[in-house]
């Protein structure tokens, strides 16, 4: 319990936080002390609407679990993403004695898709939108153009020598 690496909070029935390891206050910024007999909503960032709680919570009630992605705030203030999966834990006799929460920060998962996506339409070099972003953005301008019946205009600028400036200075130039 103490030396997983992933976040995991357990619960009564009611959501009172009863333990958290070690990794749930490495991730979350709050001591065991601190979350201990809180509810959840102390992680509740706020980009999740009443609606989003409610399915999850069905989900839970039906089937014992849910699993997806979830964005919770950390002690300073900070809202992060993490991959979530609860589970309801029952006695012998049926009703939920308990919830298990285990969670894994992605934060770095979704800044890498991020970088990447950004990436993948802009050049590294000038920062500048790239071919493929112009050629969307063409489209889409195209699209709208014959929607609205209407004769766009595209400017091309032709720089003469940059590709001398570019080897005689280099990039930085």
């Known amino acids: 319990f103490e030396d997983m ?8 029935a009611q959501g009172h936080i009863q333990s958290v390891n070690r990794a749930f206050s490495e991730i979350t910024g709050y001591s ?4 201990t007999g809180n509810g959840l909503k102390l992680l509740q960032s706020g980009r999740h609407g009443k ?3 409610e399915q999850m919570w069905a989900s839970i009630g039906g089937t014992g679990h849910w699993e ?9 203030g900070e809202v992060f993403p993490e991959w979530l999966t609860i589970r309801a834990i029952r006695d012998d006799d049926g009703p939920v004695t308990h919830y298990v929460g285990v969670f894994t920060d992605v934060s770095r998962i ?11 339409r ?4 000038t920062q500048l939108p790239n071919r493929a972003q112009l050629q969307r953005q063409l489209e889409q301008v195209l699209v709208r153009a ?16 940059f590709k001398t400036v570019n080897d005689s ?3 930085p130039a």
Do not use: C, M
């Open 68 to 76: 997806g992605e979830i964005w919770n705030r950390r002690k300073n």
């Open 51 to 53: 609606a989003f709680y």
């Open 5 to 12: 690496r992933d976040g995991v909070v357990v619960t009564d």
């Open 146 to 161: 014959r929607r609205h019946e209407i004769s766009p205009a595209l400017l091309v600028i032709a720089l003469d020598g």
């Open 122 to 125: 802009h050049d590294p070099l």
């Open 32 to 35: 065991a002390e601190e979350a």
């Open 110 to 120: 979704k800044d890498s898709e991020a970088q990447a996506d950004w990436l993948f």
């Open 169 to 171: 200075l280099g990039h």
